[in-house]
């Protein structure tokens, strides 16, 4: 079984940009969530969705949103860049709702804001 | 809010070592806990995942404990090799929310 793919893998944007990721989750998994990595922050909770439905929030600004389509698969979006906003995006899949269950995470997208 | 700590930051050890990893939060009332594995630059490969009514996890050389009622857990590696060599984070999970993740420690394997 294919695992959780992320694309794209690495981005390079300017200031004032916006730019969409995408994450796959493993075939019959219905909940997504969203991480952030940084150096200084560790890893911090974006969102998590589940049958197209955003269950849960974490503490990032409006800037920051996101979708889950009807196969599950699901998109991040960050309009207007900060430099900041430069880490590696983590998404996660599991089998249940709010991502009850073990979380398989995929390979990342590592963002660089210039 | 939950935090989690994870100590030490970083180990060295001898190729052929046990070694224990440890992972402690503040709040008990949490539904799982799991362990992962960072290799640099890459994404989270679970290890381990211990629903909050277990006591124990073991896969391969690989033993993982919970007690929660002290809010701890140790990540137990046997007979360490070179390629054990990697960061490794605990994350819990209260309740239905998302994962709350320690800091990692950085494991390193000396051949």
């Known amino acids: 079984k294919a695992g959780v793919t992320q694309t794209p893998r690495y981005l390079i944007k300017t200031r004032g940009q916006q730019v969409t990721l995408s994450c796959s989750p493993i075939?019959?998994?219905?909940?997504v969530s969203w991480y952030q990595q940084t150096p200084g922050q560790g890893l911090q909770f974006l969102f998590e969705y589940f049958s197209e439905t955003q269950r849960n929030k974490g503490n990032f600004p409006g800037r920051f949103s996101g979708r889950q389509f009807s196969n599950s698969r699901s998109e991040m979006n960050v309009s207007t860049l900060e430099l900041g906003d430069s880490a590696l995006y983590l998404c996660?899949?599991?089998?249940?709702?709010?991502?009850?269950?073990?979380?398989?995470f995929g390979p990342g997208t590592r963002l660089t804001v210039t | 809010k939950q935090e989690v700590t994870q100590i030490p930051a970083a180990l060295s050890v001898p190729e052929g070592e046990n070694l224990v990893l440890n992972c402690s939060f503040t709040d008990s009332a949490i539904y799982n806990l799991q362990w992962f594995r960072q290799d640099p630059g890459k994404g989270l490969t679970s290890l381990l995942l211990?629903?909050?009514?277990?006591r124990e996890q073991t896969s391969g050389r690989l033993n993982a404990s919970l007690d929660k009622s002290s809010g701890r857990s140790t990540l137990y590696i046997a007979a360490s090799q070179p390629g054990d060599s990697a960061t490794y984070l605990c994350a819990v999970k209260p309740g239905a929310n998302n994962l709350f993740f320690g800091t990692g420690t950085r494991l390193t394997v000396i051949p």
């Open positions: 211990i629903q909050s009514s277990q």
């Open positions: 996660a899949s599991s089998l249940g709702d709010r991502g009850v269950g073990e979380q398989y």
């Open positions: 075939s019959g998994h219905r909940s």
